[in-house]
């Protein structure tokens, strides 16, 4: 294998051929078109290279002893379901089947033996274009769907989301019977918060506390702005017994906390309420939510700044704020 050295972002072609002249035509035709390109002479060694250098397309050959074209091509698909590389197939043959097959391996072009190097390279050229609107396309899904995903205010998961995440831990439970449990929170007294320092100020506290939180969750849980000053920390395969340990790490973070409110240095505190499966009787997210709620209520009856479970010992109370 040869590979030439690669000193800046030129597309990367890799020319898969068993015979050297071939190999010679194809790269001088590709280097004067202004591409970098690396080589292999049989299928194993173009599947090593795929998986070291991770070329922008491939011109590769059919038939070829040790393995030939087409199982290059599935193996590829095997080996690397997520690589977009396009494939330009260089053969002898001219039989139609053979073309089938290669475009039902995964071959994007089929080019016959002899070529022209300049058509070799303008068909390079728009199979590469089309990979470039292809990755426009996903980075424009993915924008999307992240979008339609968050929290505009906070950056956090949005409700739609938190609701879709939910129903999926039940579900998972229901099969499996591992445990999952739900923190409902929200900030106490915030309604005074909005009437003395405005609302502006209180979306920046709400955006703080967010902050706040964000680093503090593993990377499996979801935390979510459930609505107004509401937040939702749904914590898979997770005792409510660990549950209740973790609501309790969220209160004290955020009482120990200085906040920034318009200016001002304000202490804010929360209330949580904690609920978990096993245990509570709950089959949808609306139902798990909604008893966490009932235990939020009465964190809020009790004088706030507490935690309340399904079986709340004394020690999770705390001063009112």
Known sequence: MSQDK????LPTVLIVDDTEEIRRLVRIGLKSSGYNTVEASSGPEAL??????RPDIMVLDVMMPQMTGFEVLREMKLRFPDLDIPVIMLTAKTETDDKVEGFEAGAQDYMTKPFEPRELAARVKVLLRARQE??????AAEGLE???TTDELTGLHNRRHLMSRVSEAIAEHIRHGGPVSLLLFDIDRFKSVNDTYGHVAGDDLLRELADLLRPNIRQEDV???????EFVMLLPSTPVESAVVMAERVRELVAMHEFQCDGNPLRITVSIGVAGLPGDTVRTAEEFIAMADKRLYLAKHLGRNRVIGPEPPASTESSAA
């Open 223 to 229: 935390l979510a702005r459930y609505g107004g000053e």
């Open 146 to 148: 992240a979008l339609s």
């Open 48 to 53: 090593f290279v795929i998986e070291t250098v």
């Open 6 to 9: 690669q000193t800046n972002t």
């Open 134 to 139: 292809r990755e426009r396309l996903r980075a």
